[in-house]
């Protein structure tokens, strides 16, 4: 069975500074990999995905994501930090054939500072 | 486009209770899938369902059910409620190019 370790429970960056959200997965051969946003109280927003080809991806609000096979890691980066951007996120990973039962890391809080 | 819709928003129930939360997908999606997120455990596969008929449940206890009616939409019951019930509920659609898109949650809290 596949699993997904985000190992940074919390991060704290510098509204402007740069970011880069860690994610390792598990799972015998190329999993789909996805990031997900959530604000607090909402659902889930998909910001980016992977499933073949190019290995960095580009998503939504400016974020991006490299696979690297060799580390099983799907790191999420953005370049500059908006205050916005304060959320919970989530990486998570689906197997082909059944690439929709997800299974999700244990998610890590972004606090923003001004 | 109307993204995936969830009812109620919040619900509060006693223990021993049955729980029912609704679901539209988005327009055109067959699949319904149910998540739980609940404090401490994160984020939970709980139900599949494609074509009216259930494709798979993730590792939950029988008493968590569901079905999916022929305009797709999709209801979660949870009978014989227990306090460790208390979760945000969410449902996703199925996309296309293997994604899933979640509604907004609905929250349900068990007294």
């Known amino acids: 069975a596949q699993s997904v370790t985000q190992p940074d429970i919390h991060i704290t960056v510098s509204e402007g500074a740069s970011l880069e959200l860690r994610c390792n997965y598990s799972y015998g051969a190329t999993p789909y990999l996805f990031w997900y946003v959530q604000s607090p109280g909402q659902g889930l927003q998909l910001l980016l995905k992977y499933f073949s080809g190019d290995t960095l991806v580009q998503g939504i609000k400016g974020f991006e994501a490299e696979f690297k096979r060799s580390q099983s890691s799907f790191n999420l980066r953005k370049p500059s930090v908006h205050w916005s951007d304060a959320a919970e996120y989530f990486c998570?990973?689906?197997?082909?054939?059944?690439?929709?039962?997800?299974?999700f890391g244990s998610g890590t809080q972004l606090t923003v500072l001004p | 486009e109307a993204g995936v819709t969830q009812s109620p928003t919040h619900l509060i129930k006693t223990r021993g209770q049955q729980a029912t939360l609704r679901c539209s997908p988005i327009s055109g999606h067959t699949s319904v899938y149910w998540y739980q997120q609940a404090l401490g455990l994160g984020l939970q596969f709980l139900l599949w369902?494609?074509?009216?008929?259930?494709?798979n449940r993730g590792n939950f206890p029988p008493r968590f059910s569901g079905r999916q009616f022929p305009n797709y939409s999709s209801e979660l019951n949870v009978n014989a409620l227990e306090l460790e019930d208390s979760a945000l509920y969410l449902c996703?659609?199925?996309?296309?190019?293997?994604?899933?898109?979640f509604g907004e949650g609905s929250w349900l809290t068990v007294v």
């Open positions: 996703a659609s199925d996309g296309s190019g293997n994604t899933i898109y």
């Open positions: 369902y494609d074509e009216g008929e259930e494709r």
């Open positions: 998570a990973v689906g197997t082909p054939g059944s690439a929709r039962q997800l299974t």
